[in-house]
């Protein structure tokens, strides 16, 4: 397949993953799948594919009144009769479960899901059955008995200004990595520099990062086209920095003969391919340990955050990062990325004054306090 059609070839793959999926499956998750397909991409439908896959195997070992009957054989009546004490032992199974062979089934891989993870499992699972529901294939939904795990906000992760410049720094220099380390990256310096730099400058999903051609920029502009999640493509610009960056790289990257089939890509891999998301997040972490190592869980996810919350402090204005970012609801901006920071918590001292002992009243409000004085322009 051409290199212009990198979007339709992961699409490709994925299909083909669910349906290897669906083929292991009672008839009724494929059924769902296709009918969430108009309204669905292919990542959320191969991540419901995993999710139902879970579940039906769960069932199907743990369960007693599961375990006589394969999988594809399971009909709606069956589905029906699977109980509130079936998915609470699911919840519970979730916190610690093991992955089996395919070739031997014995157990492989230990698999650990935290709350946020079980909550999207079993969310997973409320959408299959109001689906069943809904089309009258089962006559209750027994998920919406099961309450979901409550989700504990944590702070968010993200690189100040110092940390920012020393990860740059790294992906420039490597002067601060093992002999071993250095190696590559002097193979790399200018490509990671620009990956860097485009993550930092524009707030891009890792995915999107990935997918962009060479002929996606225009150097001349400062711009890019990105194809987002469900396939819309936008234009962004970015800042002069990481259009010098940009450059230097693409002089260098003009030079490559890259395998069949990877003649656009922008970014690639010391193999010659298009670089993938795991190498991305691989780079990322690489040099995060460096340049933050208190910080030690620092992703590309992380520095569209650092991004977010850079332009939401210069700009004030949460509407921008939202179509910046491309989020389709400014409360998933304004949930993740725009918190207030220690400066501004601040500036709460100085629009509230408290009435002191032998001062002269004052005009008061209805709460008791008077409004401190403007200071005076400088």
């Known amino acids: 397949m051409a290199d212009s059609s990198y979007r ?5 793959q994925r299909i083909t993953q669910i349906r290897e999926i669906a083929r292991e499956l009672p008839q009724s998750c494929g059924d769902f799948l296709r009918a969430i397909a108009v309204t669905t991409g292919t990542f959320t439908r191969l991540a419901y594919a995993i999710d139902l896959r879970t579940f039906f195997h769960f069932l199907q070992a743990e369960r007693v009144a599961f375990s006589e009957k394969k999988l594809i054989y399971f009909s709606d009546a069956d589905l029906g009769r699977v109980t509130q004490n079936d998915l609470t032992a699911y919840i519970e199974y979730l916190t610690y479960y093991f992955r089996n062979d395919e070739d031997t089934e014995r157990p492989v891989k230990a698999l650990v899901n935290h709350d946020l993870a079980i909550k999207r499992k079993l969310c997973s699972i409320r959408s299959f059955y109001d ?3 809904k089309n009258g294939r089962i006559q209750a939904n027994v998920t919406t008995l099961v309450p979901l795990p409550k989700i504990h906000e944590k702070p968010i992760i993200r690189l100040n200004r110092d940390e920012m ?15 071993h380390q250095q190696h590559y990256q002097k193979l790399t310096a200018r490509r990671d520099v620009a990956l860097l730099s485009l993550f930092l400058g524009t707030g891009i999903r890792v995915s999107e990062c990935v997918g ?7 150097l001349e502009e400062n711009a890019f086209l990105v194809t987002r999640k469900g396939g819309n ?13 940009l450059a230097e790289y693409l002089e260098e990257r003009q030079k490559i003969t890259t395998l069949p089939g990877h003649e656009d890509a922008l970014f690639l891999s010391m193999q010659k391919r298009r670089i993938t998301q795991r190498a ?18 620092i992703s590309p996810h992380k520095l569209r955050s650092t991004f977010a919350t850079n332009l939401y402090n ?16 400014v409360d998933t901006t304004r949930k993740h990325y725009a918190d207030m920071t220690d400066a501004r918590r601040r500036m709460a001292a100085d629009y509230v004054h408290l009435p002191g002992s032998g001062e002269e009243p004052e005009s008061h409000s209805e709460s008791g306090m008077t409004a401190r004085p403007e ?3 400088t």
Do not use: C, W
């Open 165 to 179: 410049t020393k990860m740059l720094l790294q992906a420039e220099t490597g002067e601060a990595m093992t002999s």
């Open 212 to 218: 962009i051609n060479i002929s996606d920029v225009d």
């Open 8 to 12: 339709e070839q992961i699409d490709a």
């Open 314 to 329: 210069a700009t004030g204005d949460i509407y921008l990062v939202a179509d910046v970012l491309g989020h389709s609801s």
């Open 131 to 133: 689906y069943l529901f």
């Open 233 to 245: 493509q936008v234009v962004l610009y970015f800042p002069p920095e990481v259009a010098t960056n």
């Open 280 to 297: 991305v997040q691989n780079l990322v972490k690489k040099y995060a340990a460096i340049a933050a190592p208190l910080k030690p869980r």
């Open 375 to 377: 200071k005076p322009v």
